[in-house]
């Protein structure tokens, strides 16, 4: 039950225009560490993604560049499996890495939405995003900001260990399988074939 929740926010369309990053550690099932920072993202801001997530050049103003702290940020992602809703973050993490030419530190990645994909029939073919799925288990959060969102995340990989029984290493490898069987009985299925 340990891993690392991650979501970023952007200034733009352009999914390298990181602008805040949310980092929330889990340790056995609980949050052990969070961490925050608005990014300067060397680049514009567009009125639609102010109007989502309120950062403007006003507020990264005197914010630290990704060159600045990705050092940290590899700390975070390097030394657990990293979770995140959607590919949106994994993606916007590559972007901003190619955007300063950093290289890419090797990262085991886990996509929340797959997991509510396989985990409740309700999600299994639409209401995957954060904010509905959040909502089905009663997780309260203040969306697009980065670190609540990492929370909420990381919040629902635990749901979906206590509902399947499936650990976030056997989530590893049933996130890539086709959805087909989601719950429970998945779980007993997995558990049977495994004590063959």
Known sequence: MDFTSIDVETANADLSSICQIGIVQFKDGAIAHRWQTLVNPDDYFDDINFSIHGIDELHVADAPSFPELHNKLHAYLTTSIV????????????????????????????????????????????????????????????????????????????????????????????????????GRGLTKFTRQRQSE
């Open 83 to 182: 979770t995140c809703h959607t590919t949106f973050d994994r993606t916007a993490i590559r972007a901003v890495h190619e955007k300063y030419g950093i290289t890419l530190p090797e990262i085991t990645w886990l996509d929340t939405a797959r997991v509510a994909r396989r985990t409740w029939p309700e999600c299994s073919r639409a209401g995957y995003g954060l904010k509905p799925v959040a909502a089905m288990l009663g997780i309260d959060f203040q969306h697009h900001n980065a670190e609540e969102d990492a929370r909420a995340a990381g919040e629902i990989l635990l749901h979906a260990i206590n509902e399947t029984g499936l650990s976030v290493d056997e989530w590893l490898v049933r996130a890539k399988r086709p959805i087909g069987n989601v």
